[in-house]
């Protein structure tokens, strides 16, 4: 396993690190679907102990991922292994979950949820700890004082260092002068790069102030591993958001399912080949630290440990990027 270091800080991550999203199980937040198909714990520990025994050494979690429930779970599956959680890197945000305050990013909110995280995880530290989006209210109301908030919580020694999640370039550039982050975070894909091109706005960004980013669904939550059958889809449970979403939807997915053809005839057609070249795609892009998959078990662990040994060309890159990125 390789590592990489994240920004300017001396935290090095394995560039295949774990996504702890799909532990939170089945969620709603303010009435909305958030989450995923509960999973069950000992199949998670036993996955936890595969990826570790192979140099994983990252593990990205939320106070909204089952409202708390994906951070005790990882508490928990660390210790019945024997662990100390100390000696891995472990990231939570705060943004998504607002409670009884106005906004997520008030001051008060943003410790009582730091704190909170804390306990869940059994830690007295926090190594990345994220704002997990971008939006800081009516004319960024709240941003000045997220910032300060956060930087307080690092002086304080309660985390290591800042990171900023956002969905959108504008909210990337509008939050990265004032919240000084070390370390960025949203979606990279096959199908999507806005976010780590060298050249874009955020790419752009990243090498002004010497930013890495950390990847979140470089499988595109699965679809990427042509799994899901268009004409026999799986019926999504209440409190899974891919229930509503569109990318589930019947059409999207038989265009997805004629692109991937030519994908599995030049790379091959198993689950490990199609995520070995999904997540080695998004590590060829520069200022990519490391790529977040989420797990369920084993067996999904062992498919995406193989993109250790895969490489990809730049007529590979070039390959998947065009036929996937082109027009329906």
């Given amino acids: 396993m390789k590592y990489r270091r994240l920004g300017t800080s001396g935290i090095e991550v394995s560039e295949m690190s774990l996504g702890c999203w799909t532990m939170g199980g089945l969620n709603w937040v303010e009435g909305k679907a958030n989450g995923w198909a509960n999973v069950n714990e000992d199949e998670i520990m ?23 429930r994906a951070e005790r779970m990882l508490a928990r599956v660390l210790n019945r292994l024997g662990l ?24 008060l909110h943003i410790r009582h949820q730091c704190e909170q995280s804390l306990k869940n995880l059994r830690r007295d530290y926090i190594d990345i700890y994220y704002l997990h989006h971008g939006d800081f209210g009516p004319a960024n109301q709240y941003l000045a004082e997220a910032a300060e908030t956060l930087e307080a919580l690092r002086e304080e020694g309660k985390i290591r260092i800042k990171g900023q999640s956002a969905y959108t370039a504008a909210h990337f550039k509008t939050a990265v002068p004032m919240v000084r982050p070390e370390v960025l975070q949203s979606w990279a894909h096959a199908l999507d790069t806005r ?9 752009r960004l990243m090498v002004e102030n010497k930013l890495s980013l950390v990847a979140f669904s470089p499988l595109s939550k699965g679809l990427l591993l042509d799994k899901f059958d268009p004409e026999n889809m799986p019926a999504f449970e209440d409190g899974d958001h891919r229930k509503a979403s569109p990318q589930f939807n019947v059409e999207n997915l038989r265009r997805l399912k004629r692109k991937m053809v030519p994908i599995k005839e030049r790379f091959g057609a198993s689950i490990a080949d199609l995520a070995a070249v999904a997540l080695r795609f998004v590590l060829t892009f ?4 490391c790529v977040i998959p989420g797990f369920r078990n084993e ?15 730049p007529a590979d890159v070039a390959f998947i990027k065009g036929l996937l990125q082109s027009p329906p």
């Fill in 286 to 289: 520069p200022r990519v630290a």
């Fill in 46 to 68: 036993r996955a936890v102990k595969l990826a570790i025994d192979n140099g994983v050494n990252h593990f990205d979690n939320a106070d909204i991922y089952g409202n708390g």
């Fill in 195 to 203: 976010f780590i091109e060298p050249k874009g706005p955020v790419g």
């Fill in 299 to 313: 067996r999904q662990i062992a498919a995406n440990l193989t993109v250790t040994g895969r490489e990809l060309s």
């Fill in 84 to 107: 100390k959680s100390e000696d891995y890197i472990i990231a939570t945000k705060v943004g998504h979950f607002k409670g009884t305050a106005a906004h997520a990013y008030e001051p």
